[in-house]
């Protein structure tokens, strides 16, 4: 009895934390499904494990699903004045008030990790769109370390991504940039807690589609023809 | 009742248990193994023996991401995004020094040779030979038949390529790098004999203290009871005791190398924490590059830094980001003649730089340089100040220096706020209508934290702050380098110095005097702007001025 008393909150408390674990893990699942009107997401990939065996077809298919969720939210975005890569300056407010579909997310040109995949995949993106797309997307990569970021680094930065002259990188004051993250509940405190986030949006009167996670190109570029074009 | 809830509650726990969501992923990606601490010392890379082109052309495909021929590598991401080994190398996520990195929710593993190639035990893992690195590399998919996350590329990589990356890889050590033992880690600090005794004194009872104290925090982990049964569960000894040397710097700066050297052969320092070379940390910055060892943090006025560097991290500019600030603050004036007067090599450096800044411009450019021992020589000056319209003046000088000079009416004057030191106002009583004073810093006034923080800590100690912007750097370096220390976990080695430097952006809280600092991956300079301060009747006016980043 003695021992049941200590085993027992022990027992109580891990039980506590895995079923709080499940809980994030079913909430992760609704929030997935929810996007109900939104088109052309592929079905989530369940983690691999469980898929076992050394089948290479399948690990081939598995390669083409992405853990990505899309959500549609309504963000306010301030009037703030950037810069983009020649150093000219740039309205937000005017930006994203003009009619046409906008692709954006938030990058550093010294990130190491998720940057220079979501640079890329933006790429590739833009490159699965047809002329008539590629022509009206606006596509927006705001550096979130604006002071290291300055126009002549995201200058070269664009370079090295081989980016399409019609994709603006901004930077700007760190205040103004941050203002701009809170807006789209993408500012984590730290630019280590840089988390992959796409935002797409059709015309400025529609709300955004909020893409956590790494898509492929393909996907983004679908979520794009689906939602973003008629 | 009681045991029935048990009974419940072991029932349950495999069913809750099940539901692993896509941490079980992140966490099965990392297999991390457990290294005991006795092999760690042991460890020794698996390519011998060493053929040094071939760790050449694999140091290249994994830091540049560039083939033999000078081609980039090229992989696929999240599926069907081409990538360029330009865009993306394997150093930019699993680290210099291949112990692996943390960004968000993304864990990526360590992939240092001892590691690597070697069984893991937690999880369970096989060790990796050339043929499974190869599967990994091209498909993705582990020994045991997993397929890896998506961010990590599959690559297009020859057989010879392959070897050639297993064989670098296999250089990759566990540690501990040189200046570190069971029991103890040793750090300098590099102080020069050009700097001030009461500087020297200040900044070196900050450093001593640190590590003084670092060392007294023993938690006696080395002596708990069953630190595991197994190798593999035994916990490693976190902490060692501090060992901080101080390398005292004399002569001219051409003899420095090999003084360091000299210190250096006779006790190996793991990195060097701080220091005072107020001149030049140039042969500072070149002896860490010949020897890999991390250089953090100097109080220097002149950084220096060449392409390719990988050890050095300043504070800023210095002289030469405030002299960046001055051309940028001119770009919109008209002015006919600069003139810059100083007395310390440090400054002339500015002054060039400054010179350089505004090439193509047509401006006559006249210097005024002196010996520090001796006064500004007011009267050169004036002769060169004939018809002050029109002129622009840098006073390159410390507070000392500036007492006797004047402003005259009519010219725009710059002050720099490096050299002043910690005491700027009341600036200069004489002072017209366009005097500026170029400031790297917080704006003065403003709420510094950190320098309260740190204020409460040399007070509680007794320490006199006398140079609080040479002693906040001090405090800062060590404390950082703390930081960075416990993250090593049980691995030393100098390149995962590097690497959480490259991460420790979660410090900047703690860093007193500068404004706006941030760290990333190879950045060099913590903080990369300043204002430019209007003086009015010697006071400095901090509400019109805006953050300014030169585009230098």
Redesign the interface.
């Known amino acids: ?1 003695r021992f ?2 200590i ?2 909150p022990v ?2 408390t ?2 506590l934390i ?2 709080q ?2 809980l ?2 079913a909430e ?1 699942r609704s929030l997935y499904y929810g996007g109900r009107e939104v088109e052309g997401v592929s079905e989530r990939h369940e ?3 469980g ?4 089948d ?1 077809s399948m ?1 081939m298919k ?6 990505y969720s899309v959500n549609p939210k309504t963000y306010s975005i301030p009037d703030v004045t950037l810069l983009d890569a020649n ?1 000219n300056e740039v309205s937000m407010a005017k930006l994203l008030s003009a009619d046409r579909p906008v692709a954006l997310n938030f990058i ?1 040109t ?5 940057c ?2 979501m ?3 933006f ?2 993106m833009q490159r699965e769109l047809d002329r008539e797309q590629l022509d009206r997307l606006q596509v927006i990569s705001i550096s979130i ?1 604006p ?2 970021d ?3 680094v995201l200058r070269s930065y664009a370079k ?2 081989n980016a399409d002259e019609s994709w603006l990188f901004l930077t700007g ?2 205040e103004d940039i941050n203002a701009v993250m809170r807006a789209f509940d993408a500012y ?1 405190g ?7 986030l796409s935002f797409l949006r059709k015309t400025p009167q529609q709300p955004w589609l909020r893409v956590e996670g ?6 983004l570029a679908n979520l794009v023809d689906q939602n973003l074009f008629d | 009742m ?2 029935v ?2 009974f419940l ?2 029932l ?2 495999p069913l ?2 099940s ?7 992140a966490a ?1 990606v990392t297999a991390q193994s457990t290294v005991p601490a006795e092999t760690q010392t042991a460890a020794k890379p698996v390519a011998s023996p060493v053929d040094t082109a071939e760790l050449e052309i694999g140091r290249a495909l994994y830091q540049d991401g560039l083939r033999a021929n000078g081609e980039p590598l090229t992989a696929i ?7 360029l080994g ?3 190398s394997c ?3 699993h680290g210099i020094s291949g112990m692996g ?1 943390k ?4 864990i ?1 593993p360590i992939i240092a040779g001892p590691i690597l190639f070697a069984p893991a035990v937690q999880p369970e893992r096989v060790a990796y030979d050339l043929a499974s690195l190869a599967t990994v590399l091209r ?3 582990t020994p045991s ?3 890896i996350g ?2 990590m590329p ?1 690559f297009r990589l020859t057989d010879k390529e392959l070897a050639s990356l297993a064989a670098y890889l296999g250089s990759l050590s566990t540690g501990p790098s040189p200046g570190v033992d069971d029991s103890t880690i040793r750090f300098a600090t590099v102080v020069t004999d050009n700097s001030s005794e009461q500087e020297r004194n200040a900044v070196l009872a900050v450093l001593n203290r640190f590590a003084e104290e670092k060392s007294r925090q023993t938690r006696l982990e080395s002596k708990r009871w069953d630190r595991g049964t197994t190798p593999e569960s035994r916990l490693h000894t976190v902490h060692r005791d501090w060992i901080l040397d101080v390398w005292e710097l004399s002569g001219q700066e051409s003899g420095w190398g090999e003084q360091l050297r000299a210190y250096y052969e006779r006790n190996p320092v793991f990195a060097i924490i701080g220091g005072l070379l107020p001149e030049s940390p140039g042969p500072l910055a070149r002896f860490c590059e010949q020897n890999a060892i991390p250089c953090v943090l100097p109080s220097t006025r002149n950084p220096e830094s060449g392409d390719g560097d990988l050890y050095s991290r300043y504070y800023s500019r210095g002289l030469g980001l405030e002299a960046d600030l001055i051309a940028t603050d001119l770009k919109e004036l008209q002015f006919d003649v600069l003139v810059q007067v100083y007395c310390e090599a440090s400054a002339a450096r500015a002054a060039d730089r400054l010179e350089t800044d505004l090439t193509g411009r047509t401006i006559d450019t006249r210097r005024l340089a002196f010996d520090c021992d001796e006064e500004t020589p007011i009267d050169q000056l004036q002769g060169l100040l004939e018809e002050p319209r029109g002129s622009v003046i840098v006073y390159w000088l410390d507070k000392g220096h500036l007492s006797n000079v004047a402003v005259p009416s009519g010219a725009r004057v710059y002050f720099s706020s490096t050299l002043i030191g910690d005491e700027i106002e009341p600036l200069h009583e004489s002072v017209s209508d366009s005097a500026y004073l170029v400031h790297p810093y917080r704006l003065p006034g403003t709420l510094d934290p950190a320098f309260r923080r740190m204020d409460a800590w040399t007070r509680t100690r007794n320490i006199e702050i006398r140079y609080p912007r040479l002693q906040g750097e001090a405090f800062f370096a060590a404390m950082l380098m703390s930081e960075i220390v416990k993250h090593l976990d049980k691995f030393y080695i100098r390149e995962y110095v590097l690497d959480l430097l ?2 420790a ?2 410090m900047v809280l703690y860093l007193p005097y500068y404004s ?3 760290f ?4 060099i300079y913590v ?3 300043g204002y430019i301060l209007p003086v009015v009747n010697g006071k400095l006016d901090t509400g019109s001025s805006d ?1 300014t ?1 030169p ?1 230098y």
């Open positions: 009895m049941a008393k085993l027992l027992l109580a891990f039980s895995l079923a674990l499940s994030v893990h992760d983690g691999h494990e898929h076992g065996g050394h290479h690990h598995m390669m083409q699903q992405q853990d150093g550093f010294t990130c190491t990790t998720i220079p995949v640079t890329a995949t790429a590739k370390d002071e290291y300055r126009p002549e090295l991504f004051r760190s984590a730290s630019k280590m807690n840089h988390q992959p790494l898509a492929s190109g393909k996907s | 009681n045991n809830l048990i509650l072991i349950l726990m809750l248990s539901c692993d969501g896509p941490s079980q992923e099965n991401v999240t599926g069907d995004v081409e990538i330009t865009q993306f150093d930019g996520c990195s960004e968000a929710t993304i990526v498909d993705g998919v038949g997993r397929q998506h961010l599959r490259g991460h952006q979660g706006r600092p941030t990333g991956p190879g950045q903080s990369k702007g953050w980043i585009a």
